[in-house]
């Protein structure tokens, strides 16, 4: 400043001394943050005892905020009030701007005008520039275009604010949350990242950072690429196919259990019939017992020989009747055998479904054991009732023994009392003892 002050007497002095005034921003930028306060410096230096001046800040062409000396009176534009104001030393030649809460409309050229009548040369005014500063917002990643195979596709990154206008990097990564190598093709220029002939291994996580001078921000997608067919439409349709087929299925196999039930019901319907053949096998041992009640008779029999012959008819009746109830029976018992036969063609019938019906055999071995369990009780009560028998024959040949010596004892006793009529005397002994 002395220096200057010095030239400028030099140069007055030189050239009579004509009045010259400097204005003076010491840096050409400012920054600062939105929302922060600011101060642009302003100096300047006159040769001149002024009576008089006007100081001027201005934003480009419109006035900010205006000095009058010595009134010492500031005209403050509208939309500045209380935010703009001046950090003023005359004397000193400092006439410094204040801003407060600066905001992005405060972004622009400022320029800091002395004016002094009578001091118009020199350089009466300055300017510098104000930047501020917005940090950028968080951006918005979105997927332009179909994720098919074989398109090309943009991902694209975006922050509604940021001053100054935020710059965007993209990064992929690969499945494995790898950095994915850069692909010759793809290109990054303004948020736009452009990814042509996409495949499966396009598929990842990708993250974009918007950055300024303040800060970073940044967003991310995960992009899935999917075969052509595979859009919202095919899987549906692939989705109703296998619907499809599983209802036809299951029509086909409540159709396949209702044919298999009818003829487990045939087959259930031939069965049965047996059993009357089984009971006819009971009705033997009724007729055994009818046997066994007559030996019973028998005993009573003997107790009263005197009714012997009555009895006897009596027994040889229920003996006929005995007899015909067997041939009855055995009757019954061919007609079992034909039945037996009959179910024996319905067996080889059976054996012929056997290797459709595979399933049903072990339902058929049940039965047939059931079956053979049966026969094998019908086996026990024929031997019970042959037994029955021969027990029924050996008291009849014991009866036939008694029979005899009756027969004997009765002979004799005719021959005795025929002796008797033969010879009178032998009664007339026993008469007259
Ligand atoms: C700006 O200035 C005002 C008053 O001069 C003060 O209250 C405020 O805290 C300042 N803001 C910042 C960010 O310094
Ligand atoms: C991707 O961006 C480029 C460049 O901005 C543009 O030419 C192209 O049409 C975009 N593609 C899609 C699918 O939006
Ligand atoms: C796209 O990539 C596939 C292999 O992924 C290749 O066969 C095909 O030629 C490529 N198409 C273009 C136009 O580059
Ligand atoms: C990816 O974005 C989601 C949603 O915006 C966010 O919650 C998550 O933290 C982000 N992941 C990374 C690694 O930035």
Redesign the pocket.
Known sequence: MEKRTFAVVVFCVAWSCVATITVNIPNSLYKVARGDNITIPCSFITTVQPKQAVITWSLGLNAVITYYYPVDETDVTQGYDGRASLDLNFAAGKADLLLKAVTVKDNGKYGCRVQIPRDAQGQPDDTADLIVLVAPSKPICQI??KAEYG????LTCVSEEGSPAPTYKWAGYDAQNNPRAPDPKTTD??G?L?LYNISKDTSGYYLCTSTNEIRSASCNLTLSVMPPSMNIGSTAAIIGGVVAVLVVLVIIIYCCCCRKKNEKEEYAMGVPEDENGIEAVKNGEVHCEVGQENSERRENHEERSERSYDNRKDYDDRRSDCNDRRSDYNDRRSDYNDRRSDYDDRRSDYDDRRSDYDDRRSEYSDRRSDYNDRRRDYDDRRSDYDDRRSDYDDRRNKYGDRRERYDDDRRYEDERRYNDRKDPRSDDKRDKP
């Open positions: 332009q275009g398109q090309n596709i943009n220029k303004g736009i452009s």
